[in-house]
């Protein structure tokens, strides 16, 4: 039982990485229509922006400090924080401390930002060519987004870590009764989890409740219906793939803690996300979320050591496997609409 | 001749002198000048090119002509070296069985993967394959070790005993064919020129010719225009009565055997595998190759693998001194600006160019390098008729 919760849990905040990611691309799809091979880049744009950010909360100008002296006796050169002459010492630790939470703020205009000027600079211009350029074109796009990062950044993984509030493990066997330290689990895995859970309750609630969400519904159902009826469809097409690239931002941004952020992280989670994507079903947005978490619990199960005994290496193909099975099966995926891409 | 028509004549005369005389077309600059770094005529390099020409052209006749964008191709390609790599290490050194093995298994690996994947299509298909392939790479690193190697791979080992040959005791096998050795060269040197004749190269150069001119066959065959049908339209192709599915997975292993002979071939020439021959990235890389070449275009695949090895292994190179003596004849602070300007685009920045080449190809040039060429063609055409039309309109006063 112990060992079920333990494993329902360690997939969770991988599922909800993978959920936050396949809801973006879902959205791009389901809006645009396009096929972005270059979400995963924007999940590692929004990592780096994590890691920019506090390297501008520590950026630091050098005073020599009479009171400390080096080995020779001479007086210490100090680095000091620009937000200890802010703020004191105490609140500029502080402030650096909880870097990763509030670059959150930072983040999300500048996801924003870059969402909306790949699609007005790039992907407009590709609504009507075929599918396999829009992959193509995003794909090139990723590489080059990628090469960009490993300019500035370096190719090696950059640990940013997470508050020290959040820094040890709470023991959730204990809560529900089990011997204590049998069930054991990271703070910040909480913290993502439920992090993911509000972003993707927002983004739901925000199309289902707001005029506008109204509208880009209408859109994903019948755009040009929509744009008969004399809205600018487009323009909040625009701003959708903006909103999708802030949650694949912010997904990347939460993630640094539990995975150092490199060049290449984003491609990585591209390819298992598409699979999320195919398996929840081409456009629909609950399918996506779904299958994120399925495919992240059913992960970190097959990854119990009593189930590798049995089928040795499941867990490095049990997404895969599962993807190749219902889309034989269920070809529009999990919960996928008629008429979806299916041409 | 051959069953080619002239313009295809043409085209395969040309191929096969420049792959003939590739050793000296690839080294126009002498050793001892600065150019001398942009020679690519050297054995390994020349080999990569063309088993990578082969294994677009392979490609290229899955997506070129069906429009079937597999994302998962390298895996055929892994497999195909798998199965030669223990050709050699068991029953012969000679790179011919092993060659005809790596065909033969990712033929079968293909039919299995086809069979699979063919029942979707479009962004379905891209998934599909991607994922197989990926699994594929998963299974190599890990559970199927004991057949693959894991991550150190498999090469060939001073232990190893094939059938068919009298190796000496302890002594390392080496791939032949019927006794010479893969990386005998010849070199020839004219002045200060260094040409090297390899004896791998070449075989490969055959291998690919052969594999260029079953390509051409198959583009001018009614199963090549049937192929381009299934692209145009399946829905009209399966009203008129033909049943799309068999045609595409012929194409499908046609394609998988293309990857399968090229990795054979890379392991006839380097007598090593390992996974990563297998990663989604390879696949991208065949992918990138064919679309920057000109996709279903008979030449384009071929030129995009050079354009790619060559930039890999040579853009690749350059680094900051060597800038620095480029521009050694600007004044000091305009030098320093331009290797700043230059320097993220070479060295390890060369998959930056790579990845805006290949945006600049998918946005403005479809048709890839060849559709340039042929744009610019007509353009110095068109040019010359409208001087010439220019001239004789010309009223006389």
Redesign the interface.
């Known amino acids: 039982m112990e060992a079920i919760i333990l494993q329902i849990l360690n997939g969770l905040d991988k599922g909800s990485a993978y959920a936050l990611i396949a809801l973006g691309l879902t959205l791009i799809f389901g809006t645009l229509g396009v096929v972005n091979f270059a979400h995963g880049a924007l999940f590692m744009i929004g990592a780096f922006c994590a890691v920019t950010f506090s390297r501008i909360l520590t950026l630091s100008h050098t005073i020599i400090d009479e009171t400390q002296t080096d080995f020779l006796g001479n007086p210490l050169k100090v680095d000091v924080p620009y937000l200890y002459d802010l703020f004191g010492q105490a609140t500029g630790d502080a402030i650096i401390d909880w870097a990763v939470p509030l670059s959150i703020l930072f983040t999300v205009p500048v996801m924003m930002f870059v969402g909306y000027a790949m699609e007005r600079g790039l992907i407009k211009h590709f609504y009507n060519r075929p599918h396999a350029d829009q992959i193509l074109v995003t794909f090139g796009l990723a590489i080059v987004l990628q090469e960009v990062i490993k300019y500035f950044y370096g190719a090696n993984p950059i640990p940013t870590p997470a508050p020290q509030a959040f820094a040890g493990s709470l023991d959730f066997g204990a809560l529900l009764g089990f011997d204590p330290n049998l069930i054991i689990y990271p703070y910040w895995r909480i913290i993502y989890f439920v992090f993911s859970a509000v972003i993707i309750g927002a983004v739901f609630a925000f199309l289902q409740y707001t005029t506008f969400g109204m509208v880009v519904r209408a859109g994903m159902a019948d755009r040009e219906t929509v744009g008969l009826l004399g809205i600018n469809i487009d323009k909040r097409f625009t701003i959708m793939f903006g909103l999708a690239a802030a949650v694949a931002g912010l997904a990347g941004v939460m993630y640094t803690p539990i995975n150092s952020p490199n060049y290449h992280m984003g491609m990585d989670f591209l390819v298992l996300s598409f699979v999320v994507v195919v398996v929840g079903g081409m456009g629909s947005l609950p399918g996506a979320v779904l299958a994120g978490f399925l495919l992240g619990i059913l992960e970190s199960f097959a990854s119990m050591r009593e189930v590798l005994e049995i089928l040795p290496g499941l867990n490095q193909i049990i997404i895969y496997l599962v993807a190749i099975i219902i889309l034989l099966t269920r070809p529009r995926g999990l919960m996928g609409r008629k008429g979806v891409m299916e041409d | 001749m051959l069953g080619l028509t002239k313009k295809d004549l043409q085209l395969m005369l040309i191929v096969t002198g420049l792959t003939m005389l590739a050793p000296f077309i690839l080294n126009p600059f002498p050793e001892s000048s600065g150019m001398a770094q942009f020679n690519a005529g050297y054995p390994d390099l020349m080999q990569r090119f063309v088993i990578f020409g082969i294994f677009a052209i392979g490609f290229n006749l899955l997506f070129g002509l069906t429009?079937y964008?597999s994302f998962g191709h390298a895996a055929f390609l892994g497999v195909g070296s798998y199965g030669a790599i223990w050709m050699m290490k068991l029953v012969s050194l000679n790179v011919i069985p092993a060659i005809f093995m790596g065909v033969i298994v990712a033929g079968i690996f293909s039919v299995a993967v086809g069979y699979?994947c063919l029942?979707?299509?479009?962004?379905?298909f891209?998934?599909?394959t991607?994922?197989?392939a990926?699994?594929s790479y998963?299974?190599a690193?890990?559970?199927?070790t004991p057949i693959t190697g894991g991550e150190t791979g498999l090469q060939i080992k001073s232990t190893d005993r094939p059938l068919l040959s009298n190796l000496a005791e302890g002594e390392t096998g080496r791939a032949n064919l019927f006794g010479m050795d893969m990386r005998q060269s010849f070199e020839l040197s004219i002045g200060d020129w260094l040409f090297t004749f390899n004896v791998g190269y070449y075989i490969a150069a055959v291998v690919m010719l052969i594999a260029f001119y079953v390509s051409i066959r198959i583009f001018r065959s009614p199963f090549g225009l049937m192929l381009r049908a299934i692209k145009s339209n399946q829905t009209r192709m399966s009203y008129t009565g033909l049943n799309p599915r068999p045609h595409t997975l012929a194409a499908f292993v046609i394609s998988g055997m293309y990857a399968g002979l090229a990795g054979g071939l890379l392991v006839a020439m380097d007598t090593q595998v390992g996974p990563e021959r297998m990663f989604?990235?390879a696949s991208?890389e065949v992918?990138l190759m064919t679309?920057l070449g000109g996709v279903g275009t008979l030449i384009g695949p071929v030129l995009g693998a050079g354009v790619i090895k060559y930039m890999e292994n040579i853009l690749s190179k350059i680094n900051k001194d060597v800038l620095h003596e480029w521009f050694a004849f600007m004044p000091d602070g305009l030098e320093d600006f331009i290797v700043f300007l230059v320097y993220?685009f070479i060295g390890k920045?060369w998959?930056?160019t790579?990845?805006?080449l290949?945006?600049l190809v998918?946005?403005f040039l479809?048709g890839g390098l060849v559709e340039g060429g042929q744009r610019i063609g007509k353009w110095i055409k068109n040019r010359r008729t409208a001087k010439d039309t220019g001239a004789s309109t010309e009223p006389a006063e």
């Open positions: 429009g964008l699979i029942r979707r299509s479009g962004i379905y891209s998934i599909l991607l994922a197989i990926q699994m998963a299974l690193y890990s559970v199927l989604w990235t991208g992918v679309i993220p920045g998959h930056l790579l990845g805006i290949f945006m998918v946005i479809p």
